[in-house]
């Protein structure tokens, strides 16, 4: 129990019993043997940091507090954030409290699916009243083309052809 590592390291059985390398190891940086090597891979690139809701509330409350000129930068180089995610944050805050006073529609929540039949459908009927009222345009003209031929009054076919 007197032992030391001096008195260890000076006893000529301990230096036998040590690794013969080991000198050179130790000299060089590197550690035991029994240690594996370091991982030449590179690093996965680290992930953003994310703050909750609270997280965001609180910063911006110490923020929104700071009244003398450096109190911010202190706080921004404490919670290790730049100015930029505090403006950020007091948008998204101001946006959401401008959402929550804005009024809710009552009732069902419409259906995509079945809007969008419907407005397929509405469409589908103005197509065909258009199809409708151009079937009645052609006949029309083609009626009054029928009455310039029997008067013999110029059409603008013939009109055409003569210029």
Not at 107 to 117: F, T, V, Y
Not at 138 to 152: E, H, S, W
Request: glycine share 6%; hydrophobic share 35%.
């Amino acid at each position: 129990m007197a032992n030391t590592k001096e008195d260890t390291m000076s006893t000529p059985n301990a230096l036998a019993l040590e690794d013969p390398l080991e000198g050179a190891r130790r000299a060089t940086g590197n550690g035991s043997s029994s240690a594996p090597p370091p991982n030449p891979e590179v690093a996965a690139t680290a992930k953003r940091r994310q703050f909750s809701s609270s997280e965001k509330q609180r910063i911006l409350a110490e923020a929104d507090g700071c009244t003398e000129a450096g109190e911010i930068g202190a706080l921004l180089r404490r919670e290790g954030i730049y100015s930029s995610h505090l403006n950020t944050w007091r948008k998204q805050r101001q946006a959401a409290e401008q959402a929550a006073l804005t009024p809710q529609k009552r009732g069902r929540k419409a259906d995509p699916a079945l809007q969008e039949a419907r407005k397929i459908t509405t469409l589908t009927q103005e197509i065909e009243r258009l199809r409708h009222k151009l079937a009645q345009a052609r006949t029309i003209i083609d009626v009054q083309k029928k009455v310039c031929a029997l008067l013999g009054l110029p059409t603008d076919e013939t009109l055409q052809e003569l210029f």
